[in-house]
């Protein structure tokens, strides 16, 4: 007898997840989308934090997505004028709402490289060649807490002169937490 409901439950399981693709769960800490950062004039750089990701799955019958703690500081830097060619940020500081900060010392630097960036307009595909960096600084914000990130460093031009910033942006935390269908993920339900 008890076989008969373990295998009347193992049946309706296997065959509720196969009709549906299983459920997906979606449980992410984020803090919206980039933000654009002025470290010189005439230089369009981008920041964000960016989650540490966690995913698994069970084929046909659950996928799990999160995203936390730490968050990694991305950073993207377009330079058309083509003369700035290395950052150094000689110091991190990160400041919740709560009032708790921290500030990291350690140097963290990186090369900006040639690249073709690719644009649509009226008379066709526009190609501009620019100098690009787009790197992070790893696990710079340890909690989900409203957040001031500050960096300060400088930019080297390719003559040699270092031009010195300092550059702040604050990130409100948000949360989501998701539970559907395989089927409703594909659909953007």
Same mark, same amino acid.
């Given at each position: 007898? #008890?076989? =008969?409901? @373990?295998?009347? =439950?193992?049946?309706?399981?296997?065959? @509720?997840?196969?009709?549906? @693709?299983?459920?997906?769960?979606?449980?992410?800490?984020? #803090?919206?989308?980039?933000?654009? =950062?002025?470290?010189?004039?005439?230089?369009? &750089?981008?920041?964000?934090?960016?989650?540490?990701?966690? +995913?698994? &799955?069970?084929?046909?019958?659950?996928? !799990? #997505? @999160?995203?936390?703690?730490?968050?990694?500081?991305?950073?993207? =830097?377009?330079?058309?004028?083509?003369? !700035?060619?290395?950052?150094?940020?000689? +110091?991190?500081?990160? %400041?919740?709402?709560?009032?708790?900060?921290?500030?990291?010392?350690?140097?963290?630097?990186?090369?900006?490289?040639? !690249?073709?960036?690719?644009?649509?307009?009226?008379?066709?595909?526009?190609?501009?060649?620019?100098?690009?960096?787009?790197?992070?600084?790893?696990?710079?914000?340890?909690?989900?807490?409203?957040? %001031?990130?500050?960096?300060?460093?400088?930019?080297?031009?390719?003559?040699?002169?270092?031009? !010195?910033?300092?550059? &702040? +942006?604050?990130?409100?935390?948000?949360?989501?937490?998701?539970?559907?269908? #395989?089927?409703?993920?594909?659909?953007?339900?």
């Amino acid at each position: 007898m #008890f076989w =008969i409901i @373990g295998l009347t =439950i193992v049946v309706a399981v296997t065959l @509720g997840a196969v009709l549906t @693709g299983g459920i997906a769960i979606s449980n992410k800490d984020w #803090f919206g989308g980039q933000r654009n =950062i002025v470290l010189v004039d005439g230089l369009k &750089s981008d920041v964000w934090l960016a989650p540490r990701n966690t +995913e698994f &799955s069970i084929p046909f019958l659950l996928h !799990y #997505f @999160g995203g936390g703690s730490p968050f990694s500081l991305r950073l993207k =830097i377009w330079d058309r004028s083509k003369q !700035y060619v290395a950052i150094e940020i000689t +110091e991190t500081r990160v %400041t919740y709402s709560d009032g708790d900060s921290s500030r990291k010392t350690s140097k963290w630097s990186r090369a900006l490289k040639p !690249y073709t960036q690719y644009n649509r307009s009226s008379s066709g595909i526009i190609q501009t060649e620019v100098f690009m960096l787009s790197d992070h600084i790893s696990n710079l914000v340890g909690k989900h807490a409203d957040v %001031t990130v500050t960096i300060t460093g400088h930019l080297t031009k390719s003559n040699g002169e270092e031009v !010195y910033f300092s550059a &702040s +942006e604050d990130f409100k935390a948000r949360s989501d937490f998701d539970i559907s269908t #395989f089927w409703e993920v594909m659909a953007g339900v």
